[in-house]
Every structure is written in C-alpha cells, then in structure tokens.
C-alpha cells in the first residue's frame, strides 16, 4: 500500500515527465490526457473530469463541478496551462476539497519553464 506522502511524489514525477516530453504551451486537455496515462502506467486509479455535485442548502442542483484528475479516491489534481497561478486558482482547488471531503491536492500549472515552479501542493 502506497501513503499519502508516496504518491504525491509519484504524482509530482509523473508530471514532470509529462513536461519534460511535452514542454510548456499546450492545452490543459493533452496534459491532462498524458498525465493520465503516465498515473495509470504506475498502477494508481485514476478518475478524469468527475462531476462533483453542488449541494446548496441540503439540495444536489443540476450544475456541478468537474474535477480534472482524481487519484485513488483521495487526491484532487487540478491542471492549469496559464501564464502564472493566481489566488483563484488555489481558491477553486480548495472548495473541490472542501465539497469532496478530501484532504489532499494539487495545482499544476504546465505552462512554465521549469515544472517545480508550477506545483502547489494544497490541504483542506
């Protein structure tokens, strides 16, 4: 059995394989498609765009939201390709946690030159 702390080092290195074979500039959906696959190749469950419902006073409503990448039922993996990280970013990745009842994620942001800037880790 994996920990926590174990997989997330595995997460965080296969994104930097991602990156390292694909570079910054692309789409959020081919790196997320990529990462997937590199996850899967490590033996680790993966979920992709699951619907997360929007439960509003006690009530599940039409609209939800969509997790990019869930881990083994325990971690969030939110994917951005955007020019830099922002507050928002951080807020959106902590509210999935938040209504997932889940503890653990991370925001990746592709679109940097060097991987290691472009990783939050986030804990609800």
């Known amino acids: 059995m994996i920990i926590e702390g174990e ?3 595995l997460i965080i290195g296969a994104a930097i ?21 590199e996850l899967n190749k490590l033996g680790l469950s993966t979920q992709r765009q699951l619907e997360l419902p929007i439960i509003y006073k006690g009530k599940a409503l039409e609209s939800k939201y969509r997790l990019d990448i869930l881990v083994d039922n325990q971690i969030i ?5 955007c020019k830099r990280l922002e507050p928002i970013h951080e807020a959106q990745i902590l509210t999935y946690l938040k209504m997932a009842n889940l503890s653990l994620g991370l925001l990746i ?12 880790r986030l804990a609800n």
């Open 17 to 37: 394989e991602v990156h390292r074979n694909l570079g910054p500039g692309l789409l959020e959906s081919t790196y997320e498609e990529c990462l997937i696959y």
């Open 77 to 81: 993996i939110e994917l951005k390709s």
């Open 109 to 120: 942001n592709f679109n940097v030159q060097l991987l290691k800037d472009g990783i939050k």
């Open 7 to 9: 997989k997330t080092g």
